[in-house]
């Protein structure tokens, strides 16, 4: 999850705001902790979009936002931004979708049927033993030198191991790998300051603070 708490975060932009009273700080203040989260949320996607193979319109669907509120007299003054879904997932998300002709009669004149994943962006990565089984809905590989219970006739035989499911990195751990995670709060921490200014001075022009 990456929080802004302004008291922790930003003692300075507290300062600065304290010519506005009451309500009417603490509501520019929300404000401009909603507006720097929702900007914070479209960097993730930027990030998360252009590192791994994935659609920016999937990744913002997958990540949720609590915005910073002021009711009732009573301000809650910290935005966050956290990814939902699971943290791995099967690598038939990341299937190999699309080769050209040339590429695919190359294949085909080599006898190579190995299924490849792009997960990150760039070379597509091979799996050696891979297949896909469960009706097209999941990746497996055989585990070498395991005899399924069920498999026991075989034995002796590929036919008779059991099989693992392949899984990679899902939406929580792209959110959370290092760079990407730093790129966002480098990005948010550059540009709340800014977007607080300009609440401020909005909401003291409006209301004649």
Known sequence: MIAIDIDQNFPDVVAKVAKLQGELRDKALASALNKTIEQGRTQMVREIAR???????????????????????????VASMQAKGRRSVNMVRFLERFVSLAQQRRRTKAGDKQLRFKIKKGVAKIVEGAFIANKGRTVFRRVPGTVAPSRKRYAGTKHAEAIEALATIGAPSMFNARRINAAVVRAIEERFPTIAEREFAFYLTRFGA
């Open 51 to 77: 590192e791994y193979n994935v659609l920016a319109r999937d990744v913002r669907a997958q990540l949720d936002i609590t915005r910073a509120s002021v009711r009732g007299g009573q301000a809650s003054l």
